[in-house]
């Protein structure tokens, strides 16, 4: 694969501006920090809100507002939008916004884990198998979010049920406490377990990030990057906006003499109808 998707994930669910005073959090942070990013080469901005606390939510409104300021940008970016971005929300809550604003893509995060060894991080098969249905029922792509490999193999036995369909993309997320560790030995095992038909990406947290983010492009795979994932350019070194971690990706694929691939190329790529 020549051509290489950028994933900017700006917001997140923890960071805040005490962290990085440069991490959007109202509707209109996000939606003009996705649009720089656009410019710069992302393909898909994986997207997270936060109430006016700047805590994690899944509320439909702050969706449905951030997703009209960034199509009033005329940004042809590909909308990823997530199904987690909240522990305490209820599943009614997590799926709204996609039966109302049928992104092209959402997360699908195929396990439970203990997250950060400080609470639960759950995913139970009915919900996943309701997530699916409805995924499929409004044309959204899932991205399964891998953070180990009994996530991988959960997919694929929901894609044998019929409750996910080929072919899968899936999003290694690497380094967060509880999941696997972000190594290149783990990113070549966890790439060994999906289909062949099947595309990928990674993205490592905080030190993790440079070295998945180098295998993952040198594998012939796509990446993450952005402020949800790490609020540091380098160390002791704040990273100034999303904007700067896309352009920093762009450099790198460029000199692995790859392409960096646009919104429409990984449409194409990514089989989104």
Same mark, same amino acid.
């Given at each position: 694969?020549?051509?290489?998707?950028?994933?900017?994930?700006?917001?997140?669910?923890?960071?805040?501006?005490?962290?990085?005073?440069?991490?959007?959090?109202?509707?209109?942070?996000?939606?003009?920090?996705?649009? @720089?990013?656009?410019?710069?080469?992302?393909?898909?901005?994986?997207?997270?809100?936060?109430?006016?606390?700047?805590?994690?939510?899944?509320?439909?409104?702050?969706?449905?507002?951030?997703?009209?300021?960034?199509?009033?940008?005329?940004?042809?970016?590909?909308?990823?939008?997530?199904?987690?971005? @909240?522990?305490?929300?209820?599943?009614?809550?997590? #799926?709204?916004?996609?039966?109302?604003?049928?992104?092209?893509?959402?997360?699908?995060?195929?396990?439970?884990?203990?997250?950060?060894?400080?609470?639960?991080?759950?995913?139970?098969?009915?919900?996943?198998?309701?997530?699916?249905?409805?995924?499929?029922?409004?044309?959204?792509?899932?991205?399964?979010?891998?953070?180990?490999?009994?996530?991988?193999?959960?997919?694929?036995?929901?894609?044998?049920?019929?409750?996910?369909?080929?072919?899968?993309?899936?999003? %290694?997320?690497?380094?967060?406490?509880?999941?696997?560790?972000?190594?290149?030995?783990?990113?070549?095992?966890?790439?060994?377990?999906?289909?062949?038909?099947?595309?990928?990406?990674? %993205?490592?947290?905080?030190?993790?990030?440079?070295?998945?983010?180098?295998?993952?492009?040198?594998?012939?795979?796509?990446?993450?990057?952005?402020?949800? @994932?790490?609020?540091?350019?380098?160390?002791?070194?704040?990273?100034?906006?999303?904007?700067? %971690?896309?352009?920093?990706? #762009?450099?790198?694929?460029?000199?692995?003499?790859?392409?960096?691939?646009?919104? @429409?190329?990984?449409?194409?790529?990514?089989?989104?109808?």
């Amino acid at each position: 694969m020549n051509k290489c998707i950028i994933t900017v994930a700006p917001t997140g669910a923890w960071p805040k501006k005490e962290n990085n005073p440069n991490v959007p959090m109202t509707p209109k942070e996000i939606a003009e920090e996705v649009n @720089d990013c656009w410019k710069a080469g992302a393909a898909v901005a994986h997207l997270h809100m936060r109430d006016d606390e700047g805590n994690g939510t899944m509320s439909t409104e702050k969706f449905r507002e951030t997703v009209a300021l960034i199509k009033e940008k005329k940004c042809n970016i590909i909308l990823n939008c997530t199904t987690s971005g @909240d522990l305490n929300a209820t599943e009614e809550t997590r #799926v709204a916004h996609l039966i109302e604003l049928k992104p092209e893509m959402g997360s699908y995060d195929c396990g439970s884990m203990n997250w950060l060894h400080t609470s639960l991080f759950l995913n139970p098969p009915a919900f996943l198998e309701k997530l699916g249905k409805i995924m499929i029922e409004n044309n959204v792509k899932p991205e399964i979010e891998a953070f180990d490999a009994s996530f991988i193999y959960n997919a694929l036995y929901y894609q044998k049920k019929g409750i996910l369909k080929g072919p899968l993309h899936f999003q %290694f997320c690497m380094g967060a406490a509880g999941g696997t560790t972000a190594t290149v030995e783990n990113l070549a095992y966890l790439k060994s377990l999906i289909p062949a038909d099947a595309t990928w990406s990674a %993205f490592g947290i905080g030190a993790g990030h440079m070295p998945i983010l180098l295998a993952s492009i040198a594998m012939g795979g796509h990446i993450r990057v952005g402020m949800e @994932d790490n609020v540091m350019y380098a160390k002791n070194q704040l990273a100034t906006s999303n904007v700067q %971690f896309v352009e920093r990706a #762009v450099r790198l694929i460029k000199e692995a003499n790859r392409t960096v691939a646009t919104a @429409d190329d990984a449409r194409e790529i990514l089989s989104l109808k």
